[in-house]
């Protein structure tokens, strides 16, 4: 057989890549029915333009013609990008940070990927709440270990007791998204200390500390005047792995990093590993010039009222509709409950929204089944375009 007999069949399942289809299908849809017409809520690929610092300093960099300006540099990034970093979480965190917990990556999911290249052995799990972002399992994976999924409470806050019955002495890490993508859940400063207690309660009974894996991306998109919780003060074998992919609408510009708490002990083994899984993963180091970008300008104001207004306009277009969801405190996705008539079936539900050519991500790929995702990071315009949409597919169920 020419590839892997995991890789075939996982590619070719039913819920492989289902998101990038929909984001794949839309774009056929909208040559064919035209761009106003395609309600795309598929793929959270952030709309904003960047921040006019981060604009200027990529066009200001881009003219420079230094020798080796975009030439390879140590493996763990820059050392002024590493310390810009440093400082952008000491801000975030609440305590000092040193350019030496950094490690630069090509994005979070890059960053997602070193740290479990360096922390799992075959046979380890990494337990997440559910839902979660649909590439954990496969990153997971990579490594040899398994993902432990632990369903949230009807809140989509996490179930700590749950979650406490699920770490084994196999258990790596906990890793947790907040705000959480699909659910735009945030994770109180209360329940971070007690997930904290719960894993040095583990950690001592079975001599092997988790590591508390904090996937970020959405931090500053946050509503109603909440604050993301940090997780440095309250344990110390914790790590913060970002990107510049949301809050500076670079997606594709695949530039991130991880940070290792200070305190951790192991600190200084743990960011050696993120360092060498960054050479041998093959990613060698991450992309020179936006190390340079977002060492120049991590503190430059963005503006996400945009999104907190097209979530409220399409909150009102599904409670009119009659479509159950949970409120979004944080990223742009709103998370929706499949209508009774489709019981816990999302993946046919979200077919059945695309004859009214509207494009959902079925929840299955998320981990939790019955319910589908809706990213807001779309057009105004589109959202309000949307409503007939809405209401002709509810109408006719």
């Known amino acids: 057989m020419p590839i892997s007999p995991y890789i075939k069949e996982t590619m070719t399942s039913k819920g492989a890549g289902v998101i990038r289809k929909m984001f794949e299908e839309g774009i056929k849809l909208k040559s064919i029915h035209g761009d106003e017409n395609v309600f795309d809520f598929s793929l959270g690929n952030p709309d904003l333009d960047p921040p006019a610092k981060v604009a200027e300093s990529i066009e200001k960099l881009a003219k420079i013609r230094e020798k080796n300006f975009h030439g390879y540099m140590p493996n763990a990034g820059y050392p002024f990008a590493r310390e810009a970093m440093a400082q952008k979480t000491a801000k975030e965190q609440g305590v000092p940070v040193q350019g030496d917990c950094v490690v630069m990556s090509v994005g979070a999911a890059g960053a997602i990927n070193a740290l479990l290249k360096a922390i799992l052995s075959p046979g380890d799990n990494v337990v997440v709440p559910s839902p979660f972002f649909t590439e954990y399992r496969h990153y997971v994976r990579n490594f040899g270990g398994t993902l432990i999924e632990v369903p949230a409470k009807s809140d989509f806050s996490p179930d700590v007791e749950a979650i406490k019955k699920a770490l084994t002495p196999e258990t790596a890490a906990l890793l947790i998204n907040s705000p959480n993508n699909p659910t735009g859940r945030v994770y109180s400063e209360d329940e971070l200390k007690q997930l904290a207690d719960v894993l040095t309660e583990h950690g001592k009974k079975c001599r092997r500390m988790p590591y508390l894996i904090c996937d970020e991306p959405y931090r500053a998109i946050v509503y109603d005047g909440i604050k993301v919780a940090p997780a440095f003060p309250v344990y110390p074998s ?155 597919a509810m109408k006719d169920l």
């Not at 510009?253 to 951790?264: L, Q």
């Not at 991450?286 to 430059?300: F, S």
């Not at 539900?349 to 998320?366: E, W």
């Open 238 to 392: 914790s790590v913060v792995v970002t990107s510049f992919a949301k809050n500076f609408s670079l997606p594709g510009e695949r530039i991130g990093y991880i940070c290792v708490n200070p305190a951790c002990p192991d600190k200084d083994d743990l960011v050696s590993a993120c360092i060498f899984c960054t050479r041998i993963l093959g990613y060698v180091n991450a992309p020179a010039l936006m190390q340079r970008v977002v060492a120049e300008t991590w503190d430059a104001d963005a503006d996400f009222s945009l999104y907190k207004k097209r979530r409220d306009e399409l909150v009102s277009i599904l409670d009119d509709v009659g479509i159950e969801h949970a409120n979004p405190e944080g990223a742009f996705y709103l998370w929706c409950k499949v209508p009774e008539k489709y019981g816990d079936d999302d993946m046919a539900f979200c077919d059945y929204m695309k004859k009214y050519l509207i494009l959902a991500s079925p929840g299955s790929a998320f981990g939790g089944k019955g319910y589908f995702r809706l990213a807001y990071c779309v057009s105004e315009q589109s959202i309000i375009n949307s409503r007939k949409a809405f209401t002709a």
